[in-house]
């Protein structure tokens, strides 16, 4: 066990909004913006939403607990909370699996956010050609394949290592005070221009207005990953940053704020999608390519196209740096505090693993396109382990021992603040670890690997 001078020594987020702005930032990333406008159109809309957000509150904010309660409890990495709460089973072992799965993501996700980065530079200089969708498609994959990817990766994972170079409070927490309100701020000015689209009500419509008779397994199931996935649980983030929560931080609170304002933030782009696709005749069953294809489209069409298209893969930029920053704080403070490294070359040691793993996951779509391993890319490989075997068996096994192995005045007293406040839900919370948590995240694994 750790002394009590090593706790104090540790870093401690200094306000409850920056505790707030972290775990926020961890979870509202690419998956929001990007994915649940194309899950939501895919699964036909206002049904989708009202199936996620149901979810949202019924798992995520349950697991979202259980990673705030183990992270606070121990004042410690994945790997030694697990150790430290229940040091006579391996249970420690599941720490390795949020490491490998934050380096695994880290990798893919940097090249997406590279694109991003280009995209946003060649708005902004007027030189994206979206005249027609044909154009979008063969620009996007003039710009996804060869070398060029390599160094937009290279790029985010820079300014990746700038960030958390600065450490907790004068990196981390400082650029998510700045970054999260900014980005709300783009999101709400996308809104506005929504309302103005021709067909924005027939949008909104398909967004908040559910057809219960859609809602059929397969909804159910692509809900229930989303919102598993969007908050980010499984990895180990927000058990990281919840050890830097300081003692007057309200897990319950800042579990159930987390959740709203990432769930708000996936509404938000809806509203600012479908609307815009309605109006100019696009399907919005478009899937994946919506943001990289379709949107730029659209954004051509209207009157200061090159602004808002800046504007938009700008906040992408800005969703994914929140997002990766909280990945890249897993291996560091395992590196840290297991390994007995500096901060620094902790940094260095997680970067160029990162690095290493974009690399790879960069070339897959040129030079390396026809390395396969079991039928897979290296970009693929890495998105479907990560997040179709780690993201779910990180999830369940924190659910269930946070059930059933943590003593029940642990969480009392961590859902309490010590006894400040009254909690008055810990045998639904227990109950919800214990079974309803990890029966559906078991369902998730189910369906992620085509048995469902």
């Known amino acids: 066990m750790e002394s009590l001078q090593n706790k ?3 870093a401690v ?19 929001n913006i990007w994915r649940f406008p194309y899950e939501a159109g895919i699964h036909g809309g206002g049904a989708f939403l009202i199936c996620y957000m149901a979810f949202v509150f019924l798992i995520g904010v349950p697991v979202l607990c259980s990673e705030f309660i183990m992270g606070r409890q121990t004042r410690s990495n994945i790997f030694g909370a697990y150790r430290k709460l229940h040091p006579r089973r391996p249970w420690y072992l599941a720490g390795y699996i949020g490491i490998l799965a934050s380096l695994l993501i880290l990798s ?6 590279g694109w991003t980065i280009e995209y946003f530079t060649s708005s902004f200089l007027g030189n994206l050609d979206f005249s027609d969708t044909a154009t979008g498609h063969g620009q996007f994959m003039e710009m996804t394949t060869g070398w060029r990817p390599v160094i937009w990766t290279i790029i985010f994972l820079l300014c990746n290592f700038l960030i958390l170079a600065g450490g907790v409070t004068k990196g981390i927490e400082r650029v998510c005070n700045v970054l999260m309100p900014l980005l709300f701020v783009i999101l709400i000015a996308f809104c506005i221009n929504s309302f103005t689209m021709p067909k924005f009500q027939e949008g909104l419509s398909f967004l908040f207005r559910p057809d219960f008779s859609k809602i059929t397994p397969s909804v159910l199931l692509g809900a229930l990953g989303q919102a598993f996935f969007s908050l ?36 938000l782009a809806g509203v600012i999608i479908f609307p815009a696709v309605f109006s100019f005749g696009i399907s919005p069953e478009a899937g994946p390519t919506l943001v990289f294809e379709v949107l730029p489209y659209i954004f051509n069409q209207l009157p200061g196209g090159a602004m808002w298209s800046s504007l ?86 924190c659910s269930v021992f946070t059930g059933w192995y943590i003593k029940r005045s642990i969480i009392q007293k961590q859902m309490t603040d010590h006894g400040k406040y009254r909690f008055r839900m810990i045998g639904l919370l227990v109950f919800c670890l214990r079974y309803v948590c990890p029966t559906a995240i078991f369902l998730i694994f189910l369906n992620s690997i085509g048995i469902l």
């Open 8 to 10: 104090k020594e540790r």
């Open 13 to 31: 987020f200094a306000t409850k909004f920056a505790a707030v702005a972290t775990t926020v930032g961890s979870a509202v990333g690419l998956g």
């Open 108 to 113: 893919f996700y940097s090249v997406v956010a």
């Open 232 to 267: 980010s649980l499984g990895l180990g983030c927000m058990m990281t940053y919840a050890s830097y929560f300081s003692n007057n931080t309200r897990l319950g609170r800042t579990a159930v704020t987390t959740a709203m304002l990432d769930s708000l933030v996936a509404i």
């Open 312 to 397: 938009f893969f700008l906040l992408l930029f800005l969703a994914s740096l929140t997002s990766t920053v909280s990945m890249s704080e897993i291996s560091i403070t395992y590196f840290c505090e297991e390994k007995k490294m500096s901060r620094r070359k902790a940094l260095t040691v997680s970067s160029l693993i990162a690095l290493c793993g974009g690399l790879l996951c960069a070339l897959s779509f040129g030079p390396l396109s026809t390395v396969k391993l079991g039928g897979m890319t290296f970009f693929d490989l890495f998105d479907y382990c990560s997040s179709n075997i780690c993201l779910p068996a990180g999830g369940m096994i």
